[in-house]
Each structure stands twice: as structure tokens, then as C-alpha cells.
């Protein structure tokens, strides 16, 4: 239980894939003007990814290892990630037409989204089970999901700053993503137990 406590924690704060692993840069940086829509997408980022994890997970496990196709991992990573997309996608458009409107061209870029492939590749490159994996990505998801989040409120309270001409529109937003990256780095000092 402690490892996998380590691992989330790890995955979510630590090694956070935006921050830390700059991965998901896209809709981190398209999607965070408003913390409504951040959130949908963390969220949808966060089904995504845990889902993933586990199919992918049970795929290389249950037919790649056991067949020696482990040279088809991307591939077959890919398409299972490409499926669940168009599944968060139907069930938006269906359910929240509303959301589904404001993430627009973001939401399908989500299966072209490096932390979905880069996690599911991360789990089978450190041995991770189904369950270490699974937490694996779910924290390394929520862990996206905080990263947009708190960007979208920080680019939300710079609609109302009096910023430099020079420095307005993406140069600050990549400012601040900057120092979000520091100041997270902080977590790396993290210790957890005795």
C-alpha cells in the first residue's frame, strides 16, 4: 500500500507530466483559459488515462508477452487510446453539449496527447502490473488535471492584470507555466514515512 502511495504521489506532484515531463503541452496551454473548461478537460484527460492504463495493461500482459508482439505495444497502445477518445467524445456531445463545445478541436487531440501514450509506455517500461498502473495513471492524470486547472485560474486573474505589451497573450502564459514548473519542483523534496 505504501508503494502505491509513493507512486501517486510521485506521478501527481513530483514527476508531474506537464511540469516535470512536459508532456501534454497542447491542451495544457489551449485549453487553460477558463477554469470550467480546464476542469472538463482534466477531467476527460483523467478517464482517458486510467482507462488506458488498464486496457493497455491487460493487452501487453494477456496477448503481447504471452504471443512475443512486444514490438507492437505502440501500435496497439495507440488504437486503444484512439478508442476511448472517441467514447469520451460521444459521451460529451451526448451529456454535456455545453462542454463538449468549449473544448472543441482539444477534446479529439486527446488521443495525439504524448501523456496518454507516454503513461501507458511508462507503465510497461517500469514493470508496473494492472494495479500499479492503473494508480500510475489516475495520479499522473489528476496530476494534469491540478497543472490546467491552476494555469486557468492564473491566466483567468491576468485578464484583470495590467501586463507589458510585449509580454501579453502567450509569452506570459508560458511565464507562468514556467514558474508553476519551479515551484512544483519543490515537491521533489517530498518525504513521505519515516
Aim: aromatic share 8%; net charge positive; with cysteine.
Amino acid at each position: 500500500m505504501k508503494e502505491l502511495l509513493l507512486i501517486a504521489i510521485g506521478a501527481a506532484l513530483i514527476n508531474n507530466v506537464v511540469l516535470s515531463q512536459f508532456l501534454g503541452l497542447c491542451p495544457f496551454l489551449g485549453v487553460s483559459k477558463k477554469i470550467k473548461t480546464a476542469a472538463g478537460m482534466g477531467a476527460a484527460v483523467i478517464f482517458v488515462i486510467t482507462i488506458a492504463s488498464a486496457v493497455t495493461s491487460l493487452l501487453y500482459d494477456g496477448i503481447l508477452l504471452r504471443f512475443d508482439l512486444e514490438y507492437m505495444k505502440t501500435i496497439l497502445f495507440i488504437l486503444v487510446i484512439a478508442a476511448l477518445v472517441q467514447l469520451v467524445e460521444m459521451a460529451l456531445k451526448k451529456m454535456s453539449p455545453a462542454l463538449y463545445s468549449a473544448l472543441g478541436v482539444y477534446l479529439p487531440l486527446i488521443t495525439t496527447n504524448c501523456a496518454v501514450l507516454g503513461i501507458a509506455l511508462t507503465n510497461v517500461q517500469n514493470g508496473y502490473g494492472l494495479l500499479t498502473g492503473v494508480v500510475n495513471g489516475f495520479a499522473t492524470a489528476v496530476g494534469f488535471a491540478i497543472s490546467i486547472v491552476i494555469l486557468a485560474g492564473i491566466r483567468e486573474r491576468m485578464e484583470h492584470s495590467n501586463i507589458p505589451k510585449a509580454f501579453q497573450g502567450m509569452p506570459i502564459v508560458l511565464i507562468a507555466a514556467g514558474l508553476m514548473a519551479i515551484a512544483f519542483s519543490g515537491f521533489a523534496g517530498l518525504q513521505i514515512g519515516g
